[in-house]
């Protein structure tokens, strides 16, 4: 039996493992309360917070059933914190109402029978106690029954004296949140977002995931709270058409410029608005009075972060994870409309993609490297914004915060902004690598080169593209479609490519004019076909793309190791 001052229910969920952080960071032992098949999620995500888990307890639970399937299983309870919920649209109206209000109220009556408890904080939605008892479930079973357990729980707490406080969060944003507004952001990042349904005054309030956390956990410490309900949203969150117009800003696409009524939304064709029905209830003008709840947050000592730089990181998020359909690579983000990965002041090795690729095509080496690496979308090309600064002026920018000497690493198009870095700031750089430096190779073919090439990758499946193009099919292939298939992406990625291929002899002449050490790797089946002084690394069985087909051996000579110690058919090295 584990005796614990905390358990959250629904402990692997958004805001109930971030509920565990915290309580555990504030040195109280928790037990985290949930389903079967979660405990492994639960602790790669806390150990991936470098979180100390010496005080956690993992046990499973069913809320649907009246004693929560937890038997003897855990004593000395205080406080108990419900953040488990179905919160999903298109839910069965049974299965809504089994987990959201069943389950609610055997995890309240559960916490009455417990002889420690200080209090019961339930978390719901900030519409929940707002809407005075209405409950539509033909209009969407997931909020209908948040609503009726919003007011059956109080009904329940005051009846027979439970300490319960009600928590009700707005849209909470922090990593791994995919829900409402991310869909919206995922639309207009995706060009699919020509008007923005609601009005001018449509108020969808935001909430910095810590702020809830920390105000939740924090909820039993202060005795008034019981028998209240506090809506936590961040007050200075724009109406709906300047939060949107700040996030386009920060992606640096084009944000609608009209306003629909969600009523006329709604009898338009799905696979026209892009949006689900349910989701249009929750767009209204609404306004939320949070006084008390600020009340609250000034005696714990939190605040809001500034809401737009809360928007634009969780913009961020929601393009790094493709909303929620990929895990999203760490540490990346946009600055000034330029996809950047990885280190942004100290990086050991800068690196730049070729065609049709983007900076997801650097993992494999970055995980054989070991090292800081700063990765950067090519500007028009995969997430980066197009720019009218010429690619000599772009990668200033882009070194600008720099405050190593990297090695510079270009592949094929890449290349381009590699050599004009280096032959500008040559003591900025320790050393220059370019992968298959197309200049110095077989030119593409005029098919290749056309603008149709660009319409007919971009809508083939990711197995038929990696064939088609020599890529490994993979992540690297899936992000660079991902990146095609946005408005406007392949028709500037094959405008690139025929740009590249009419500079091949300016290119030459500068390299030659590099004074810092260049090493060049290619793949055996795509040799360079003109001269050059400058070491050159073949490495056998790989095309024009060896940093995925052989990226520990890339990495190496990245590393300035000789491969010499290689199997003798994996690379060969020399001068051409």
């Known amino acids: 039996m584990a005796h614990t001052d905390s358990i959250v229910f629904g402990a692997a969920g958004f805001i109930g493992r971030s509920l565990v952080a915290e309580l555990l960071r504030n040195g109280n032992t928790v037990t985290a309360a949930l389903r079967a098949g979660s405990q492994d999620r639960l602790r790669t995500w806390l150990d991936g917070q470098s979180v100390d888990t010496a005080g956690l307890t993992v046990t499973t639970t069913d809320i649907g059933e009246p004693d929560l399937a937890l ?69 969407g079973a997931y909020e209908a029954s948040k609503v009726e357990a919003d007011g ?44 923005l349904p609601g009005s001018a005054d449509t108020f969808v309030p935001v909430v910095d995931l810590d702020y809830v956390a920390r105000f939740i956990v ?50 338009l064709p799905r696979a026209v608005t892009h ?42 998020g929601i393009v790094a994870g493709r909303n929620g359909t990929v895990t999203p690579t760490p540490r990346s983000g946009f600055r000034d409309g330029t996809w950047l990965v990885g280190e942004r002041t100290d990086p050991e090795y800068v690196l730049l993609h070729g065609i049709p690729l983007d900076s997801e095509s650097w993992s494999d080496v970055v995980r054989e490297l070991d090292a800081p690496t700063l990765a950067a979308d090519l500007p028009g090309l995969g997430r980066s914004a197009v720019s009218a600064q010429s690619t000599g002026d772009w990668m200033e920018e882009l070194m600008a915060p720099v405050r190593t000497r990297p090695v510079i690493v270009g592949h094929s198009l890449g290349a381009w902004a590699a050599i004009e870095f280096a032959l500008r700031h040559p003591d900025r750089v320790s050393r220059l690598v370019l992968i298959a430096p197309a ?12 603008p149709l090439a660009a319409e007919v990758v971009k809508r083939m499946s990711v197995t038929t593209a990696a064939a088609r193009l020599g890529i490994p099919e993979g992540p690297t ?84 190791e000789s491969l010499s110690a290689a199997p003798q058919d994996a690379a060969t090295s020399g001068s051409r």
């Not at 969060?169 to 409402?180: K, N, R, S």
């Not at 924090?218 to 996030?247: F, K, M, N, W």
């Not at 003008?285 to 947050?297: G, K, L, P, Q």
């Open 71 to 139: 038997g003897d299983t855990v004593a000395g309870v205080r406080d108990v914190y419900n953040a488990a919920a179905l919160m999903k649209f298109g839910l069965d109206a049974d299965v809504a109402r089994r987990v959201n209000l069943d389950g609610a109220v055997h995890v309240l009556e559960w916490a009455a029978r417990q002889p420690d408890l200080r209090r019961v904080v339930h978390i719901t939605g900030y519409r929940a106690a707002d809407d005075g008892g209405n409950q539509d479930y033909g209009n």
């Open 152 to 195: 059956l729980l109080r009904r329940i707490a005051t009846e027979r004296g439970i300490p319960l406080t009600m928590a009700n969060p707005a849209g909470v944003l922090g990593p791994g949140q995919y829900f409402g507004l991310s869909d919206i952001i995922d639309n207009l990042w995706q060009g699919r977002l020509p008007a």
């Open 218 to 267: 924090g909820l039993p410490t202060q005795p008034d709270t019981v028998g209240r309900s506090y809506p936590l949203l961040d007050a200075a969150t724009p109406v709906l058409p300047e939060l949107i117009r700040l996030v386009a800003d920060h992606l640096h696409v084009a944000a609608p410029r009209f306003t629909l009524p969600t009523a006329l939304v709604r009898r």
């Open 275 to 316: 949006a689900d029905p349910e989701a249009l209830s929750f767009l209204s003008s609404d306004r939320y009075d949070t006084s008390e709840s600020d009340v609250i947050a000034r005696r714990l000592g939190i605040s809001h972060p500034p809401v737009d730089e809360l928007l634009h990181t969780y913009a961020d």
């Open 439 to 450: 200049f110095l190779q077989q030119p593409a073919s005029r098919l290749t080169r056309s």
């Open 477 to 560: 292939i899936a992000s660079a479609l991902a990146a095609l298939r946005r408005p406007g992406v392949a028709q500037r990625t094959w405008a690139a490519l025929r740009a590249a291929g009419a500079s091949r002899d300016e290119l030459a002449a500068k390299l030659s004019r590099v004074t810092v050490p260049v090493d060049i790797i290619v793949g055996s089946d795509d040799p360079l076909i003109e001269p050059t002084d400058r070491p050159v690394t073949t490495i056998t069985g790989t095309g024009h793309y060896p940093q995925l087909t052989h990226p520990d051996l890339v990495a190496r000579v990245l590393r300035g």
